[in-house]
């Protein structure tokens, strides 16, 4: 099944310990994103890559890090999370040329 | 980046119509629209592609003018399965989607 599996869903952690959120993709996507919803702000894109090694900071990247070893993967790091951070993740894929969007189910993360 | 949509919310009766809005500051070279259910992740809807076209999905159509850079969603007879927040995202090169801050649509029987 074409899927975008993000792990762990749910996520408590303490401010300053540093934290990875997994996002995987089997469809073979050169595009992969990373976005945080909050209430009222909609979809914020963090960080982008286009392909393996390429990656570009979206509107807020400030706080977070990326990289794309391979091309299935592309995991979101908070070396020092804040409160701030608090937010529902969201990782996506997609083809070449303008294709949907295809979605992770959300990594909803609490920082205390 | 973010597009700009309106409205924020729209409460319609089953068998309404709405029309949601979405406008770019940039010129454009894609429009899509998603659909999310509440705690579950976007679903793609349709894009819409630089040249002004129309498409359709059962009920639900978008229109996108590039000229004005900007995009509406045709909800039409509504049902209560439409109930969500809608999102657009815009496309201004490199193949990067920015999305709106959505429109949460609820329809009432």
């Known amino acids: 099944e074409a899927q975008v599996t993000q792990n762990p869903r749910y996520l408590i952690t303490v401010t300053g310990k540093k934290l990875t959120v997994t996002c995987s993709q089997n469809m073979n996507h050169e595009y992969m994103s990373w976005y945080r919803q909050d209430p009222g702000l909609g979809l914020r894109q963090i960080y982008y890559?286009?392909?393996?090694?390429?990656?570009d900071k979206g509107d807020v990247p400030e706080g977070y890090k990326v990289s794309r070893k391979e091309k299935r993967n592309f995991p979101l790091i908070l070396e020092s999370p804040s409160p701030n951070q608090t937010s529902l993740y969201f990782c996506?894929?997609?083809?070449?040329?303008?294709?949907?969007?295809?979605f992770g189910n959300g990594t909803r993360l609490t920082v205390t | 980046q973010q597009p700009v949509q309106s409205p924020q919310a729209v409460i319609l009766r089953e068998g309404e119509d709405a029309v949601i809005n979405c406008s770019s500051s940039?010129?454009?070279?894609?429009v899509h629209w998603y659909r999310q259910k509440h705690g579950e992740a976007p679903v793609f809807l349709m894009i819409?592609?630089?040249?002004?076209e129309q498409k359709g999905h059962e009920k639900i159509s978008a229109s996108f003018n590039e000229k004005k850079q900007q995009s509406s969603l045709y909800l039409t007879a509504s049902q209560l399965s439409y109930s969500g927040t809608y999102f657009c995202g815009t496309e201004s090169g490199a193949n990067n989607l920015f999305f709106g801050t959505g429109t949460r649509l609820t329809v009432i029987p």
């Open positions: 890559s286009m392909n393996v090694e390429v990656t």
């Open positions: 996506a894929s997609h083809d070449r040329g303008r294709s949907p969007l295809h």
């Open positions: 819409l592609l630089k040249g002004g």
């Open positions: 940039k010129a454009l070279y894609s």
